[in-house]
């Protein structure tokens, strides 16, 4: 185990596997059994990306059978910095929030509407439920907003991790709704290894994009076209610069103006050419045929894009792997 992140003055810190050491016998891709025990001291709770069973204060244990091996993530947070709230929208959602720095309540009832209605959209879109028990998907994502800074949300299967001071006083909350997303489309799912061409436009632009069609459908057609713009210009900052690189050579996550911003500007224009119900079926189409399937690959991707819509393909190849 190695710690990633560590947030502010250690109000919390979010523990991870090592994909390179293997210090825990995390095998990418492969499907296993595990034992989890854990005990905590009184000062710290858990959150983890397993379902634990909490059989006292301190002790926190697992077993999981027969899983896809997933990067292992755990939240250690001290008690006394956090506050915790439970809604109920219908099914359970966990919030900690950093004492004195929470949201409004308005904020916070957008938390829940937006968390409700993107999982009922995705689980529509996608076929297939948020709640997974052969995925360890049990519950609906804790959240853990913490106080960090400089540090990107994150989806972590049972929990979604992001900064305390964005919740509280962005404009909006949308890139939640993305980290939700990566339930379906994500490095969880979508078994494309870091280094493969377009392995970042698999697993992030298509879920950028495929937030943007909540918001779409959601909200109308305006504050889509609203979010649009913001990718354009976002962009627009790179474009012919050094770092408008093509999309099919961004193989680690380190782009973003390319990744979040050029990535759904690419599928908008495929989705005005051939519809954007179109567009979202052959993601669906491809989350079917591929997710958890080892290896992967961008043209996996455009298999299932030209197998309806041959044209297409050719265009999103010029997009994706050109300047």
């Known amino acids: 185990m190695s710690s990633f992140f560590i ?14 050491e293997y210090y825990y016998p995390y095998i990418p891709n492969t499907y296993l059994d595990m034992t989890i025990n854990l005990l905590l001291p009184d000062s710290l709770e858990l959150i983890s990306s397993y379902n634990m069973d909490n059989t006292n204060q301190n002790k926190y244990s697992c077993k999981i059978k027969n899983a896809l091996a997933q990067s292992l993530s755990f939240a250690f947070i001290r008690k006394k910095a956090y506050t915790q709230s439970i809604a109920t929208i219908p099914d359970t959602v966990h919030i900690y929030q950093i004492h004195d720095m929470q949201c ?80 379906w489309l994500g490095e969880y799912t979508l078994l494309i290894d870091d280094g493969q061409p377009g392995a970042y436009f698999l697993k992030e632009s298509l879920n950028e994009f495929m937030t943007l069609m909540f918001i779409r459908n959601y909200f109308g057609e305006g504050i889509y076209k609203a979010q649009l713009d913001k990718c354009k210009k976002e962009y627009q900052k790179v474009k012919n610069s050094i770092n408008d690189i093509p999309l099919i050579d961004i193989t680690t996550n380190n782009n973003n103006a390319i990744v979040y911003r050029k990535g759904p500007l690419v599928l908008d224009r495929i989705a005005q050419k051939i519809g954007y119900d179109n567009l979202v079926s052959v993601i669906a189409s491809f989350h079917h ?10 043209n996996d991707f455009v298999k299932v894009l030209a197998k309806q819509y041959p044209e297409a393909e050719n265009e999103l190849n010029i997009m994706v792997r050109d300047k």
């Open 7 to 20: 947030y502010g003055k250690g109000d919390a810190e979010l523990w991870e596997t090592s994909y390179d």
């Open 289 to 298: 045929q591929y997710a958890r399937k080892h290896p992967l690959s961008y």
């Open 104 to 183: 409004s309540a308005e904020r916070y009832n957008e938390l829940l509407e937006l968390t409700q209605k993107s999982i009922e959209y995705f689980s529509n879109v996608y076929k297939e439920k948020y709640m997974s028990d052969s995925q360890n998907i049990m519950a609906y994502p804790i959240y853990l907003f913490h106080n960090g800074k400089g540090f990107s949300n994150r989806y972590n299967i049972g929990f979604i991790s992001a900064s305390q001071e964005k919740f509280s006083t962005y404009p909006d909350i949308y890139p939640l709704v993305h980290e939700i997303g990566h339930r």
